[in-house]
């Protein structure tokens, strides 16, 4: 069990600017002090300065939890209001271009090239470290493979891998890659798995759920469609993490283990390891989005912590 005590040598805060925010999953992670699952994930010694999206709702949603530091808007009418330097920069920039579930855009979608506006804050804010996430598919493709080689940003050495959620704590079995770079060092060595013989269940995450009734304070609330079996729903196992919680469901939701509804908006969010007391705005649709898009904090959270030992110890 995790205690309220961490021991570092710092002097100040380490200052973050992130990127393609959304509600600030990753954001949370690299923040720490918060509590998941009766574990107390603590303090990490960072700030957040700066942190952009171009949704509004998940800007609501980032400001009322994680900090009004938030600037809501297009990326490239927002870049000039950056700080002029950082620590960190976050981003885990649009993959719907690339994601085996988007529309395979590639080089000819408008979202996934944002990655460039990314390397240009690396270039200008010359960061200590760059952590950017996406989804597995771009190892899969010769444009994934140009956006990796883009991001080998010359001083810094870059490292990559697939994370699978559910080795963290994260009661998902949600795959991610993450690249991280560190200015004139060694590559980062990325945390080995934390709990490969006991993985967190969805029963585990979300069984003290099954008997609350619909509450709107809490986002106990579910999608009344009725199962669309070529869409393929999915049902949920007790004894087992949930599959990927996504952004866009059409029609594609998952199901309760045992009750014939649908997950509720605070059981996605759990099985997405965010605390109970981070509350989602917008409504059920826009919330299911901002939940499926972002980063697990816990699993966000072990990355920070590896990087806050063994780059700024």
Known sequence: MFTKTIHYEVTKKREIVSMFSGCGGLDLGFLGDFTYLGRYYPRLHNRITWANDNNRAACDTYR?????????????????SMPDSADIVLGGFPCQDVSINGKQQRERGTRTILYKSMIEAIEVLKPTVFVAENVKGLLSSEFGKQILSDFRIRGYSVSYRLYLASDYGVPQ??????????????????PPPQNLMNETTCEE?????????WCDERAHIWSQAKRSPEQGNRILKANAPSTTIRAEHHGNVQWHYELPRRISLR????LQS???????SGGMRETERQ????????????????????VFA
């Open 205 to 213: 995450a979300i069984g003290d759920l099954a008997d609350m009734k």
């Open 274 to 280: 965010f605390p109970d007391e981070f509350r989602f």
């Open 64 to 80: 009322n939890n994680i900090g009004q530091h938030v600037v809501c808007g297009d990326l490239d009418e927002c870049f000039h």
């Open 173 to 190: 079995r949600r795959t991610r890659l993450i690249i991280v770079g560190v200015r004139g060092g060694m590559p980062f060595l990325h």
């Open 291 to 310: 939940i499926g898009n972002a980063v697990p904090p816990v699993m966000a959270w072990y990355i920070a912590r590896e990087i806050e030992k063994q």
């Open 267 to 270: 059981e996605q969010a759990r």
